[in-house]
């Protein structure tokens, strides 16, 4: 018998007060989880694009980037909005899609997770990615060309301060003696993100989890899964627990139920298509679009007993 799926958000490009009422509502409703976006600096231009581009733009004129590093989004370190949605809910997990790990400390994110962890009571994910947005990286100083091995050397760094106690690293591009990031083990989902061969295969390596780039369809997403599952039993890992978070690309019923046919049963649906990141309107008309969607899903609802 499969378990009845959960739903969460991913939210981005939302001013405080509506992320912490739609947190709430969320929770209210019966949805299982928010995930934030991470970036830090918007440069006004850029060569790159988005991960869910499948295209090259044509021309400058071509914004469709914009509504993630545009000139009106509204970005917020996502480590504060963690805490505070930690505080103002009692169930809701807490999770990044994705941290932008490369551009990060390695000890100061293990900070930033420990400290996620312990003030959410264990209702913390941590959603890594390589990112993608190579002028961010020059702004911050980190090497644009060096993020994935970044990312796989944080990971392992990760991994040995969640153990608790004192450790030490000696590797290419992080050094340190001794040290202690907490005295007890932290345990932290790791949840890689990508779509792309070098995520995926980083995802059956050391993952406990996936979620994809952007959104997907379901013949996307169940191909995706085929590679992850090859790829996890090449490596001997396809025994460990793991799990599949994908964001469809509608939030129709018709559509969504396709995917939990299919088995996925973490679905994570995109923020603006159910409560409008737009701050002009009101907060009862959010309300109902976030209802309606809980609604149409049958989230909240409890199944009997013996009933898939």
Known sequence: MSRKPTYGITTYNYEPQDLLNLARHAERLGFEGLWFGEHYVIPRTYAGHHPSRTDTPKDQNDTRDKTIIGDDVRIYDPWFLLGAVAGATTRLKIGTAICIVPMNNPLILARHTATAHDVSAGRFLLGTGAGW???????IGVPFHERGARLDETIEILKKAWAGGYFSHEGKHFRFDELQISPHPTKVPLICGGNSGPALRRVAEVADGWI???MVTLDEAKALRDTIEAARKARGTDQRPFDYFVRPHTVEPEDVGGFVRSGFENI?????NLWPSDPAISLDIKVAGLERVARDLGIGVRVPEGVD
Do not use: I, M, R
Not at 268 to 272: D, Q, T
């Open 133 to 139: 947005l190579k002028e961010e990286f020059d702004a």
């Open 212 to 214: 994809n780039s952007a």
């Open 268 to 272: 994570v649906l995109w923020g603006p």
